[in-house]
């Protein structure tokens, strides 16, 4: 079974930092470009982060660049969000995605169930 | 503010036609193909339609399609267990990165 399992969040004070992971599992996770998506309370979905198959390649929504970088391992098919300068605004259940592929485009195709990052102090 | 634009509610009745609409610009749905994500009651969204490609699983009520800088998800014949919200995303060249609709809550009656 294709599978995404987030963990990591937890209550964090403004300021702090937090690490969170994904792991993958049923598929060949070295060969998909994987992203990070957020939803605070009550808004929408918001991506925040993505990486390419190697991890060379990271893509960022412009409020959270500088703050929190994305990374894999590939060899624990495992997905990474360290997250530093954390804001109130930054709290959200956080979703890693798989990026598949039809025709050359690519959409977000397995979902993780998330797991919340709560700022405040 | 979102770069693509939803309605913020839709409603139908059980077996009624219900179409959302997602409209972006040049840059993003002119462009690329459009993904739609169903999340139910706040878990986790689910993909029901990429471009006009139904992922494995999801049944043939749902149907998608663009025309220009809008994109549309279709579903003929609703079903109680379709109330949800849906979002719509895409690429977006010009901002090199993935943007979200703010989503559309789908009533059934």
Known sequence: EVQLVESGGDLVQPGGSLRLSCAASGFAFSNYWMTWVRQAPGKGLEWVANINQDGRDKYFVDSVKGRLTISRDNAKNSLYLEMNSLRVEDTAVYYCARHGQIEGYSYMDVWGKGTTVSVSS | ?109
């Open chain 2, 1 to 109: 503010q979102s770069a693509l634009t939803q309605e913020a509610s839709v409603s139908g009745t059980v077996g009624q036609k219900v179409t959302l609409s997602c409209t972006g610009n040049s840059n993003n749905i002119g462009s690329y193909a459009v993904g739609w994500y169903q999340q139910i009651s706040h878990g986790a969204p689910k993909a029901v339609m990429f471009g006009n490609s139904l992922p494995s699983g999801i049944p043939d009520r749902f149907s998608g399609s663009k025309s220009g800088t809008t994109a549309s998800l279709t579903i003929s014949g609703l079903q109680p267990e379709d109330e949800a919200d849906y979002y719509c995303s895409t690429l977006d060249y010009s901002l090199s990165a993935w943007v979200f609709g703010g989503g559309t809550k789908l009533t059934v009656l």
